[in-house]
T-cell receptor, first 112, second 115 residues
Framework: QKEVEQDPGPLSVPEGAIVSLNCTYS??????FMWYRQYSRKGPELLMY????GNKEDGRFTAQVDKSSKYISLFIRDSQPSDSATYLC????????????FGTGTQLKVEL | GAVVSQHPSRVICKSGTSVKIECRSL??????MFWYRQFPKQSLMLMAT?????????EQGVEKDKFLINHASLTLSTLTVTSAHPEDSSFYIC???????????FGSGTQLSVL
């Protein structure tokens, strides 16, 4: 079993739709949770960074962490074609430096 | 966010040659940098942790003599793929911890193609 599971997609949605991306993880010791966006043949870009359970909102993006069910989500409101990319969830331990454990990434395509 | 610069973005080389990839933190000092490789449609796999002024820490299964890492300054880490072979063809990405140490920022990646 992988430490972080993520549906690879691809996920195709119409422009303006609300997108829900999800990951599950197995290690209850993970404390920090991140979402990265990666365009093709580019490095990942940090979108959201959260600590422990709860919600965090930044513009059209909302990250949710439910530690009781080991479930993390990213919601994208009013999705745009420019949101088309691969979204990677990542976690790390508290005090674990910055050694991240990544999901496989979900490929998202927002169509006109 | 912090800026991490990676060069070259793409390199094509013949089998048996060595390739050096540079990773620089542009506006901050990074005592720790990380090197990943990524195959198509797969996630990032951590290869090694690069520590300024000391030897790199390699993940299990990564050949340290194959992938030489040097972190000679607080803003520069290099990865040298020695005697590259076609199976080394991959997307290599570096990253650096933010000054406060909590967030990880990535370079733009290097696509290595070994003929």
């Amino acid at each position: 079993q992988k430490e972080v599971e993520q549906d690879p997609g691809p996920l195709s949605v119409p422009e303006g739709a609300i997108v829900s991306l999800n990951c599950t993880y197995s290690n209850s010791a993970f404390q920090y949770f991140m979402w990265y966006r990666q365009y093709s043949r580019k490095g990942p870009e940090l979108l959201m960074y959260t600590y422990s359970s709860g919600n965090k909102e930044d513009g059209r993006f909302t990250a949710q962490v439910d530690k009781s069910s080991k479930y993390i989500s990213l919601f994208i409101r009013d999705s745009q074609p420019s949101d088309s990319a691969t979204y990677l969830c990542a976690t790390r331990l508290s005090g674990g430096g910055n050694k991240l454990t990544f999901g496989t990434g979900t490929q998202l395509k927002v169509e006109l | 966010g912090a800026v991490v610069s990676q060069h070259p973005s793409r390199v094509i080389c013949k089998s048996g040659t060595s390739v050096k990839i540079e990773c620089r933190s542009l506006d901050f000092q990074a005592t720790t940098m990380f090197w990943y490789r990524q195959f198509p449609k797969q996630s990032l796999m951590l290869m090694a942790t690069s520590n300024e002024g000391s030897k790199a820490t390699y993940e299990q299964g990564v050949e340290k003599d194959k992938f030489l890492i040097n972190h000679a300054s607080l803003t520069l880490s290099t990865l040298t793929v020695t005697s590259a072979h076609p199976e080394d063809s991959s997307f290599y990405i570096c990253s650096a911890s933010s000054p406060e140490g909590e967030k990880l920022f990535f370079g733009s990646g290097t696509q290595l193609s070994v003929l």
